[in-house]
């Protein structure tokens, strides 16, 4: 068990920076998660991390103890790899044991730290068999009893489901929040599934162009994000973005575009007003905008009217892609009504949960302004 | 899957396209097959006239010496061509997988033997080895050493005609178990590494198993090709060399008797005897891979 901190961490192959002054500390036992898409850094700073990739600059400390230029087998980490990296020749047993053998610890010792994995992951019925006998699932599991048996302070996981069907995939992620659970052992996990790491992080790190965008908890990511970027990427599906003006009208602000309007509370009206923007992005996320035939109250203000294009049926809820002129709003709505594709629809939005992002550069300009926002 | 729904149009032009290279497969391969089996129960009576003679061919094969002679050189040669030149081949595409100054330059230059014609590798090492005015005599004089009958000394010729068929088999070799290494993911190594692993362990533990597969295609081609060595016994050793009976392969025997002494039908036997020891090596080799060869 360790806290990793990572000071103004840098890496660059030339002149190309890949992960630009990542700092950010990892408390002990925390489940952190790095997610973000494909090249933006995530795995280059877990292999960093692993000491599997030099470190251009800055500071990596695990236990206070600082490791840059330490082997990866010293650094008392272990990790799992995304395509398990299991030895073809070894059996299961083999694979668990061979990182003890080679500490050449006492084979009592090793049956007996590799039994305990063994119980642990579920795989004892296993230990004879080679990895091409094994199930993707049970691989992943050898893979993660491979690293279980050191001990680590940390763990590091690089996409370890990635390789797995959707549905073992969920249920291998209950699995590894449970082996947190029971652990309690830092672990560093990188996914490029925002679902994953909404569901197993403590924390999430999320990542774009080598830079940190905003660190938080799953809520606080999906209720405050810090831009338009962190607001688009966590969440399925993702928030609805329109291009709006801002315009005054007897004392109260509205939003409006083509095809929607939008009266602005006023706790974001004034801080809105405040920022001094006459044209930002209004964001919504699906769950916060209602088909008003479903409303009780009479006294509703429609936002938008369209037509139904697309109708996901997905069980407890239904997404509906309406098209409102230009826009293309995506709306979940409560199982029970049925929807066709050409039904007209109209839509009303629960403001009080919109975001509103500067159109230059994206930012939020509610972030860290509303109650409750970090 | 594609034809299931065919019509009689998309069959026909199917069995166009694949017609090619089954005509080729049967005329080149199947029917001289049958045929050589055929040859090898007759007794040649010249133009092309053969008389049944059932087993005679076998049992005279049974009792020739130069036949097992022959079957031990080959077998010799098949051995030592194929435990060095598969080492060397391994050894060589390892070190020319790491990334090394001019590694292109250097691959090129271990690949140049096998686009060489092998009568001119033929003459090229014959210069080499020549006894009086060869170029290895010549450095091995500068040490002292006397000359060495490298092609007459019927206790070298052998070591010599290994020597060029692993020279030029290193090459072929090369590439394809370079591609076989190149096709490791290298999370392996990297998991190697955070276990602890030095550079022989993950040789031991994650290049060998995982380029196993290669390595086997490379040890039974390298076989076959090792009990069909000709070339280099015909061009370097002549039929008056006194190292002939030392070097004289099976498949040399078999044109000996087919067209130097116009007997095809007993070469047809030596053909059908090689064949069944190729088939029962490569037998053993499909049988031994289970412990050695692993598949992802």
Partial sequence: ?374 | MIFVNAGKKDWAFAYAMVAPTVLGVLILNIYPLFKSCYLSFTESKGFGIYKWTGLDNYVRLMEDPEVWQAVVNTLAYTVLSVVIGVFLSLVVAVLLNEKIRGRGLYRTIYFLPVVSAPAAVAMVWRWLYNADAGLINYLLSMFGIGAIHWLTDPRMAMISIVIVGVWTMVGYNMVLLLAGLQEIPKTFYEAAEMDGAGPVQKFLHVTLPMISPTLFFVVVTSVIGGLQVFDFIFMMIEPSNTAMASTQSLVYLFYKQSFLMGDRSYGAAIVMLLLVITLIITAIQMKLQKRWVYYE
């Avoid at chain 1, 660059?12 to 850094?41: A, H, N, Q, T, W």
């Avoid at chain 1, 053998?101 to 730290?113: F, S």
């Avoid at chain 1, 004034?270 to 006459?278: H, S, V, W």
């Avoid at chain 1, 209004?282 to 037509?307: C, K, Q, V, W, Y």
């Fill in chain 1, 1 to 374: 068990m360790a806290e990793v901190k990572l000071s103004h961490i840098k890496k660059s192959y030339g002149d190309v920076e890949i992960v630009k002054d990542f700092d950010l500390d990892i408390r002990d036992k925390e489940f952190m998660v790095f997610v973000g898409p494909s090249g933006c850094g995530k795995s280059t700073t877990l292999r960093m991390i692993a000491g599997l990739e030099d470190i251009t600059g800055g500071d990596l400390l695990i236990g206070g103890r600082r490791v840059n230029n330490v082997s990866p087998k010293d650094r008392d980490i272990a990790m799992v790899f995304q395509n398990y990296a299991l030895y073809p020749h070894m059996t299961v047993y083999e694979n668990m044991a061979f990182s003890l053998k080679l500490r050449h610890l006492a084979k009592g010792e090793i049956q007996k730290k590799v039994g305990e994995a063994a119980r642990v992951l579920q795989l004892e019925s296993l230990l004879g068999r080679k990895p091409k006998e094994l199930s993707g699932g049970q691989r992943q599991r050898v893979a993660m009893g491979r690293a279980l048996v050191r001990n680590p302070s940390v763990f590091l996981l690089d996409e370890p489901l990635s390789n797995l069907d959707a549905k073992l995939r969920v249920s291998m992620r209950t699995e590894i929040a449970r082996l947190h659970q029971r652990l309690q052992t830092t672990m560093i996990y990188v996914t490029h599934d925002q679902t994953e790491a909404m569901t197993l992080g403590d924390r999430i790190v999320v990542m774009n162009d080598g830079i940190i965008q905003q660190c938080g908890t799953p809520m606080e990511l999906y209720q405050h994000p810090v831009n338009q970027f962190v607001a688009g990427f966590i969440g399925n599906p993702p928030m609805n973005f329109f291009s709006v003006e801002l315009m005054e009208n007897e004392g109260r602000l509205f939003a409006s575009s083509e095809s929607i309007l939008i009266e602005v509370p006023q706790q974001q009206a004034d801080i809105l007003r405040a920022a001094g923007e006459k044209e930002i992005v209004f964001g919504i996320r699906p769950e916060a905008i209602h088909d008003a035939a479903m409303l009780l109250s009479e006294n509703i203000d429609i936002a938008a009217r369209g037509t139904v294009e697309v109708v996901e049926l997905l069980g407890a809820e239904t997404l509906l892609h309406v098209r409102c002129g230009r826009e293309l709003i995506v709306a979940s709505m409560p199982s029970g009504k049925s929807y066709h594709p050409g039904d007209t629809i109209e839509l009303v939005f629960t403001t009080d949960r919109m975001h509103a992002f500067r159109k230059a550069d994206g930012r939020s300009l509610l972030y860290g302004k509303l109650g409750g926002a970090a």
